[in-house]
Nanobody, 122 residues
Framework: VQLQASGGGLVQPGGSLRLSCAAS????????MGWYRQAPGKQRELVAS???????IYQDSVKGRFTISRDNAKNTAYLQMNSLKSDDTAIYYC?????????????????WGQGTQVTVSS
């Protein structure tokens, strides 16, 4: 399983960025797609996630500003980030939770993409 993340960069406060995360591999059976972020000196925190059916979860600080979506046919998730603030500056990590069949019970695995730097600064 591989995750290809893209879309980070430098933006001024109030600006927008769109992150993408494309998963590839065989028999992916993706359940959840989402992003965490980690700012310097802080712990990694969940930003947003979306399940196959479309239900979403957002961190309180990004509600109303960020929108997560996914294209199940393309195994790709998107994070539209609007009204960006300096506090949003961090490395953003996309992830998937997928189910893998075994000879026993189904196993849930988490896979991570490479970090994408988002810098909000004037």
């Amino acid at each position: 399983v591989q995750l290809q993340a893209s879309g980070g960069g430098l933006v001024q406060p109030g600006g927008s960025l769109r992150l993408s995360c494309a998963a590839s591999g065989s028999a992916l059976r993706i359940n959840v797609m989402g992003w965490y972020r980690q700012a310097p000196g802080k712990q990694r925190e969940l930003v947003a996630s979306i399940v196959t059916g479309g239900n979403t979860i957002y961190q309180d600080s990004v509600k109303g500003r960020f929108t997560i979506s996914r294209d199940n046919a393309k195994n790709t998730a998107y994070l539209q980030m609007n009204s960006l603030k300096s506090d949003d500056t961090a490395i953003y990590y996309c992830y998937i939770d997928r189910q893998r069949k075994t000879s026993g019970p189904v196993v849930t695995e988490r896979h991570w993409g490479q970090g994408t730097q988002v810098t909000v600064s004037s």
